[in-house]
């Protein structure tokens, strides 16, 4: 199988508020692209379009930079709630359906948890690793003799493209 990270491109500053925790949490959600992650969006979605399989799942988080980030691929794709910000790396790999999916799978995300579970896949652990707004980082699956053994197959930056 497949799994594919993309972290959404550069978004708007988000200025969090100490007193209201919730609306702090919406304002997060509605945050947009700024016009230079809109140009890494395209970039990477270009990239992204060359090499992706048709039957390759799109998996989004309902925040607006990552569904504006998957909205370049100009493909149609699937808002999951449960790979939000807030979401952990156990959230992200249950709706993958990994290492277990028939398709590819396109994650859509947000840090830290992609830079962890990026993590938990080649080491084991929850590593605070970090991926750069808009890249990509690209795992592949394979049962080997009854052991999952997973390979980092590609990373991506927007800026380098």
Do not use: C, Y
């Amino acid at each position: 199988m497949d799994l594919i990270l993309w972290r959404h491109a550069q978004a708007q500053a988000h200025v969090a508020e100490e007193d209201d925790s919730t609306a702090s949490f919406a304002e997060d959600l509605a945050r947009a692209l700024t016009p230079k992650g809109d140009r890494q969006a395209e970039r990477m979605a270009a990239w992204l379009n060359q090499r992706l399989t048709d039957t390759t799942r799109v998996l989004v988080s309902p925040a607006r930079r990552t569904q504006q980030t998957a909205q370049a691929l100009g493909r149609s794709f699937k808002t999951v709630a449960t790979i939000a910000p807030d979401a952990s790396v156990d959230d992200l790999l249950l709706a993958a359906r990994w290492p277990h999916a028939k398709d590819p799978v396109l994650l859509v995300g947000h840090q830290p948890t992609l830079g962890l579970l990026a993590a938990r896949l080649l080491t084991g652990q929850d590593l605070p690793w970090a991926i750069r707004k808009g890249a990509v980082w690209w795992f592949r699956g394979r049962d080997r003799e009854g052991t999952l053994e997973v390979s980092l197959h590609a990373v991506q930056s927007p800026d380098f493209l």
